[in-house]
């Protein structure tokens, strides 16, 4: 596919931003749909990238590659009574990616609600050290 894609004028480098991309765009939808299941009526939905929040945030009809997975979240975040959408640099933001880094490994679907994983506990508190009351 990428020399196809180098055939065409689409640089590799351009190819693979479009696949990471598409690959937030559907953790976003896997949100909305989660959110949606539990009967969640406020949302916020956070990520790392700019783009994809743009383009959930645009009223424009989106013409991208991922233009299918933008339309359908838009679809489904009409169900909410409220949504937040919001950036977090991937610096900022270790718990989501070791999260992502154990989905990978993972040949299940795992969801956690009322307590993180163990092996995360660590990363959760280092994240919120600014938020915690100091003691």
Not at 27 to 45: G, P, S, T
Not at 86 to 100: D, E, L
Request: hydrophobic share 45%.
């Amino acid at each position: 596919m990428a020399v196809t894609l180098a055939q065409d004028g689409i640089d590799k480098r351009d190819w693979l931003m479009a696949w990471c991309r598409a690959s937030l765009a559907k953790a976003c939808e896997q949100a909305v749909d989660l959110a949606y299941e539990l009967n969640f009526r406020r949302v916020i939905l956070e990520g790392d990238s700019p783009t994809v929040l743009r383009k959930l945030c645009s009223p424009a009809k989106d013409m991208s590659l991922i233009s299918m997975i933008i339309k359908s979240v838009k679809t489904k975040i009409e169900s909410f009574k409220n949504v937040t959408f919001q950036h977090s640099p991937r610096i900022c933001n270790k718990v989501a990616q070791r999260i992502a880094q154990l989905g990978r490994s993972s040949l299940e679907t795992n969801i956690w609600m009322a307590e993180a994983p163990p092996m995360i506990d660590e990363l959760i508190k280092n994240d919120r050290w600014w938020t915690a009351p100091s003691i």
